[in-house]
């Protein structure tokens, strides 16, 4: 069965850490991928997606996510946090609107 | 920005009650998808809608949902009769195009409606 994975329920960081968010995902065929972020209080936005090519892809306020096919990985960074970040991300698979979510991660930034 | 929009952010219903919630999709958008999630659990998908028919729907959606564009502009889901099980955040989505070699397959959400079955 097609699934997406999130590694960490709950990250709790310091303004300016680093951040790596883990997701696996596990279905063949056509890869999709994107990073959604939930703001408090907010509706879900696109962080960024991957459908092919450059492996490496970069996304709005600074964070990017690497496609590691062989890993099966799509982890979501970026290299210095703000508590502007603070919020819950979601890692999502699929094609054709059939997303598949993942759990969803909050970060709590301290300031 | 063009945005999703969804009412009402929050509906309290008995059980075994109707419901209808709202969604107005981006306008030059021609696929519309329900989604949602139970506290604490996963965003889980419920059905998927193109030109008047549903694509595609998942096992949750059974015949007590149904989904409906009733005009050019508003996609609902209704519930027939509600269990406290439905209780969940429901989101709305759309995309502009959802083929096979798209691209910009990105679905744009809506704020959710909070739908709490007592």
């Known amino acids: 069965a097609q699934s997406v994975s999130q590694h960490n329920h709950h990250v709790i960081l310091s303004e300016a850490a680093s951040l790596e968010l883990g997701c696996n995902y596990s279905y063949g065929g056509t890869v999709n991928l994107f990073w959604y972020v939930q703001y408090p209080g907010q509706h879900l936005q696109l962080l960024l997606k991957?459908?092919?090519?450059?492996?490496l892809v970069k996304g709005i306020k600074g964070f990017e996510a690497e496609f590691i096919k062989s890993k099966f990985s799509f982890n979501l960074r970026k290299p210095s946090v703000q508590w502007s970040d603070t919020a819950e991300y979601f890692c999502?698979?699929?094609?054709?609107?059939?997303?598949?979510f993942g759990k969803g991660t909050k970060l709590s930034v301290k300031p | 920005e063009p945005e999703v929009t969804q009412t009402p952010s929050h509906q309290v219903t008995q059980m075994g009650q109707e419901v209808i919630l709202r969604c107005v999709p981006i306008?030059?958008?021609?696929?519309f998808y329900w989604y949602r999630q139970i506290l604490g659990q996963k965003v889980e998908f419920l059905v998927s809608f193109y030109n008047n028919e549903i694509s595609e729907k998942s096992e949750i959606f059974d015949d007590q949902f149904s989904v409906e564009r009733p005009d050019g502009s508003n996609f609902t889901l209704k519930i027939r009769s509600t269990k406290l099980e439905d209780s969940a955040m429901y989101f709305c989505a759309s995309s502009e195009w959802a083929g096979s070699y798209a691209s910009d397959t990105e679905a744009f959400f809506g704020q959710g409606t909070r739908l709490t079955v007592v």
């Open positions: 306008s030059n958008h021609l696929y």
């Open positions: 999502v698979g699929g094609s054709q609107g059939n997303l598949i």
């Open positions: 991957y459908f092919s090519g450059d492996p």
